[in-house]
Structure formats: structure tokens, C-alpha cells
């Protein structure tokens, strides 16, 4: 008997570029060019274990090559493979300080930042990590981009996603027709459409945050936090903690089954001062996803995510990101 197939991930992509006549396909190609990547990082993440296992028994790869440091190995990945797609005109990444040229006479539309590993410190736990992207529209309009490229605000992104390495492989993206979740069938190679439309839980019980930090947090920060874990039968309350310390993979969570991800700045800290995450890699292309989602993304401060204006590539930033009741009592508290 014939079973039908599910829809792929490039098949969904062509189906919304016909929502919009005008597209060129550009974003399309260059979405399918960043998917190669990520299942090309996935099948190295699977390998991992093993290679660690070689590496340590002094052996080489089949390739004869040294195991290669996972994070370098997926920043390279992405730089190399995206630098000659034919659809940016430039590039950053959370691993490298200055912004990344694209191969000349390769320039597109497009400008790509991006964390080519998310949650390195759980590469070695065998714990889930991902990668994470966001994409813009170039400033500029012809011949190489620049930082001004890439410099603009979150609600200004075309595309945003991740492709968290975990139990399964899963890319989870948005062109800001709502969020969408495909699922890597290893066997075939293609991502799968597993969860359509997804929408995060307006209310939640659920609390991601390192709650070690907390004595450095604002006062009005802290108050509120304390007030997560105290009992009210009532509000549900206190929050159940799920912390893991990968980004990508608290966020997933938190987005399937609602929750309040948090990382506050350090008051004690200057490096941490604003916050530990960074706005372009992190921070703004998540905001994109909740908000697509139904959810909201905000500073402790109250200030929205996505309207930050950036002033250099790798600024971070306070992020309380998750269900929206939730953000909107942290940001009543954060703005008494
Ligand atoms: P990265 O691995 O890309 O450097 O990011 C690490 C980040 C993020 O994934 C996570 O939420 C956070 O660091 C955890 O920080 P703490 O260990 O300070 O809680
Ligand atoms: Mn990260
Ligand atoms: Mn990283």
C-alpha cells in the first residue's frame, strides 16, 4: 500500500514563496543552502561521541584528518558553504570577531548572522545544541555588505530558526507567516513537516534560568523571580525549574510545552552587565520565533526585543523570552 509522503521542508519553503508573487526565490535558495549546512553539522554532532572515542585512542578520521573542535567545525561549515551561495553580501558569526565577506562576484539580497553552535559547554555531556540564524534584507544595494548590513533592528529580520541536535534533528523556522517545526529523517535526508503552526502556551508553569546568578540580578528582577517560587495554589505557583544551559534547547522546550526562559543581566559582573546572550545570534532571531509564536521576548528593563537598534555585532542583552502572560507580569514587575 502507498502511504502518502509528508511535506518537505523545501516543498513548504516553495509553497510560501507563492504566498508572495513579487518573490524573487532568493530567500528560498538561500534557506535551502543554509538547511544543507545544518544537516551537514547534525550528522557531525551525531558522530561526536565516537570521534572523541578515535581522538582519544590517537586515531585520525577516514579522511586522515585531526577531529576537528565541533563549534570550529560548524562556524566553518557555514562560513565556507554560505560565503559562495550566491544570495548574501555578508555575514557574522558569534564565533568570529569582524564581519565575514562573502566570495567576490557571489553578493546577494541577503545579509545571514548567525550562533554556529548554541550550548558548546554540553557538546562534550552529550546534551542537545543547535544552531541558530537569523536573516535580513542588505541596507546597502549593490557590491559587498558591511556591519551596517548587518546592524538593524530584530523586527526588521525576514527569516529566523534553529536546528537543534537532540533526540532528534529538528529545524524550526519562520519567514513571518508563523513558526514551523520539520523533523530530519536521517535515513532519507530530508526534513519532514512535524509540527505546522506552532503556537507557544499562552500561560505557563514552567521557569529556565540560572537561578546561581540570582543575588546579582536588579532588585525589581529578583522580586519577581522570588515571587515564581512562591506558593499560590490558585496561580499554579510555584514554577517547576527547567534548566539545561543550551539556549536553543531551553527555548525549544519552552516553546512546545510553554515556559518563561530567562537570563538576566549581572549588576556584579561588568562583562555581564548587559546580559550574557547576544542580540544579533541569539536574542533577536528567538524574539522573532516567540513572536510568531504568540509569545513575547523583552529586556529586563521592558524593553522589546525586537526593537533594539544594534550598535555592534556581538552586543548581548538581558532576554526574558517565553509564554506572553508571563513576560507581560515580568515586565509589570520590571517597570514598576
Ligand atoms: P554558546 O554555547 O553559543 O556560547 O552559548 C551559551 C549560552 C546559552 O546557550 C546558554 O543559555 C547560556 O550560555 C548558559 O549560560 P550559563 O552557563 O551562564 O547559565
Ligand atoms: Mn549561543
Ligand atoms: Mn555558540
Known amino acids: 500500500m502507498r502511504r502518502p509522503l509528508g511535506l518537505t521542508v523545501s516543498r513548504h519553503i516553495l509553497d510560501s514563496q507563492r504566498l508572495h508573487p513579487d518573490a524573487s526565490g532568493e530567500l528560498s535558495g538561500l534557506l535551502n543552502e543554509l538547511i544543507v549546512v545544518c544537516k551537514t553539522i547534525s550528522a557531525e554532532v551525531n558522530m561526536a561521541g565516537l570521534a572523541a572515542i578515535i581522538g582519544l585512542s590517537g586515531k585520525k578520521n577516514v579522511q586522515d584528518e585531526e577531529v576537528q573542535k565541533l563549534d570550529e567545525f560548524a562556524h566553518l561549515t557555514l562560513v565556507n558553504r554560505m560565503a559562495r551561495c550566491g544570495y548574501l553580501c555578508v555575514m557574522s ?94 535515513n532519507v ?64 522546550r519552552n516553546l512546545l510545552s510553554g515556559g518563561l526562559f530567562a537570563y538576566p543581566r549581572n549588576t556584579k559582573d561588568p562583562e555581564l552587565f548587559q546580559g550574557k546572550l547576544r542580540l544579533l545570534y541569539e536574542a533577536a532571531p528567538l524574539a522573532m520565533i516567540i513572536e510568531q509564536a504568540g509569545g513575547r521576548a523583552i529586556t529586563d528593563d521592558g524593553r522589546n526585543i525586537l526593537d533594539i537598534e544594534p550598535e555592534s555585532l556581538h552586543q548581548r542583552v538581558p532576554l526574558i523570552i517565553g509564554s506572553k502572560l508571563d513576560v507581560d507580569d515580568a515586565e509589570e514587575y520590571f517597570t514598576r
Not at 569582524?98 to 545579509?111: A, H, L, Q, S, W
Not at 526588521?156 to 532528534?168: H, P
Not at 540580578?217 to 522580586?223: C, D, E, K, N, T
Open 93 to 186: 558569526s558569534e564565533e568570529e570577531e569582524e564581519v565575514i565577506e562573502v566570495e567576490p562576484n557571489f553578493e546577494g539580497n541577503y545579509v545571514l548572522a548567525f550562533d554556529p553552535l548554541d550550548g558548546s559547554s554540553n557538546i562534550d555531556v552529550n546534551v542537545s545544541i543547535g544552531s541558530i540564524f537569523s536573516i535580513h534584507k542588505r541596507r546597502s544595494t549593490s557590491g559587498p555588505g558591511s556591519s551596517a548590513d548587518l546592524l538593524q533592528p530584530g523586527h526588521a529580520q525576514v527569516a529566523a530558526g534553529y536546528v537543534l541536535y537532540g533526540s532528534s534533528t529538528m529545524l524550526v523556522l519562520t519567514t513571518g507567516d508563523g513558526v514551523h517545526g520539520f523533523t530530519l529523517d536521517p
Open 189 to 252: 535526508g530530508e526534513f519532514y513537516l512535524s509540527h505546522a503552526n506552532i503556537k507557544v502556551p499562552e500561560r505557563s508553569t514552567y521557569l529556565s534560568i540560572n537561578e546561581g546568578n540570582k543575588q546579582s540580578w536588579l532588585p525589581q528582577v529578583q522580586a519577581f523571580f522570588e515571587m515564581l517560587t512562591q506558593q499560590d495554589e490558585e496561580k499554579q505557583r510555584p514554577y517547576s525549574s527547567r534548566y539545561i544551559g543550551s539556549l536553543v534547547a531551553d527555548f525549544h
